[in-house]
């Protein structure tokens, strides 16, 4: 899989607290990815297999601050229970109540090389989407 391109309708079953995050310099956050902060800066980046990322949630709008400077515009994240691609359908039944890593902004796999948790598999549905439970 790749970072997505476009915004994405990402299904929730429970949506949990919603909080604002300043996006970091020349970063473009899609409605309905996964969102990280970096632990450097604290600035909110599109999640990633990406060393000092760790998730907060899903945005709910997209955000441009691709020509702007750290912290010049804030996104929303919403905490909750989402339904993600899952990467290479590496995620199976026997992966439930383990957590799941971050493959890019909107897909999870078992493990990773960096091991950036995105939540806890809740379950999987026929159609082959991962419901991952952030902290809520």
């Known amino acids: ?7 994405r ?9 919603r909080i604002s995050l300043k996006v970091k310099a020349a970063t473009k956050i899609f409605a309905g990815s996964i969102v990280a902060v970096e632990a450097a800066t604290g600035f909110a980046v599109p999640a990633g297999d990406v060393v000092g990322h760790q998730v907060v949630g899903r ?3 997209q955000v441009d601050n691709s ?3 750290n912290g010049d515009k804030e996104v929303r994240v919403s905490k909750g229970v989402f339904k993600w691609v899952n990467n290479g359908s590496a995620v199976v039944q026997a992966t439930i109540g383990d ?3 971050a493959a890019d902004d909107n897909s999870v796999k078992p493990t990773s090389t960096n091991s950036i948790a995105v939540g806890t598999c809740d379950s999987i549905d026929p159609d082959g989407g991962i419901w991952v439970a952030t902290l809520l």
């Open 99 to 101: 957590s799941v890593m």
């Open 67 to 69: 020509a702007g400077a």
């Open 9 to 17: 309708n990402t299904a929730a079953k429970t949506l949990g607290r």
């Open 1 to 7: 899989m790749a970072n997505l391109t476009a915004d």
């Open 59 to 61: 945005a709910e709008e």
